[in-house]
């Protein structure tokens, strides 16, 4: 059975930061490209950050470019999500995805709640 389950939410004043972790079952994580994605109240699903199977190539969103980094450290079949600079903007629930690509996603977490205090 495939998982994705993430951990590292919370509350945060703005300006700081939080570090989202999504622990993958083997098959996925030596299988696909991982992503995040976040949907804040009110608004639909969007990309913020993916990278690559290899772990190469990663892209971002523009309003987390400089802010945010993604990894995955394939001993632990992990993925990170490090946000600094925190800003209300960012408060969202944050969804770990693999997949092939962007716009094609296989699996989906259960979600994290990040809230972003001003």
């Known amino acids: 059975q495939v998982q994705l389950v993430e951990s590292g939410g919370g509350l945060v004043q703005a300006g700081g930061s939080l570090r989202l972790s999504c622990a993958a079952s083997?098959?996925?994580?030596?299988?696909?490209?991982m992503g995040w994605f976040r949907q804040a109240p009110g608004k639909e699903r969007e990309f913020v950050a993916r990278?690559?199977?290899?772990?190469?190539?990663?892209t971002y969103t523009d309003s987390v470019k400089g802010r945010f980094t993604i990894s995955r450290d394939k001993a632990k079949n992990t993925v990170y999500l490090q946000m600094n600079s925190l800003k209300p903007e960012d408060t969202a629930v944050y969804y770990c995805?693999?997949?092939?690509?962007?716009?094609?996603?296989?699996?989906w977490g259960q979600g994290t709640q990040v809230t972003v205090s001003s």
């Open positions: 990278i690559s199977l290899s772990g190469a190539s990663t």
């Open positions: 083997g098959r996925t994580f030596s299988s696909y490209g």
């Open positions: 995805a693999a997949g092939p690509s962007i716009a094609t996603i296989m699996y």
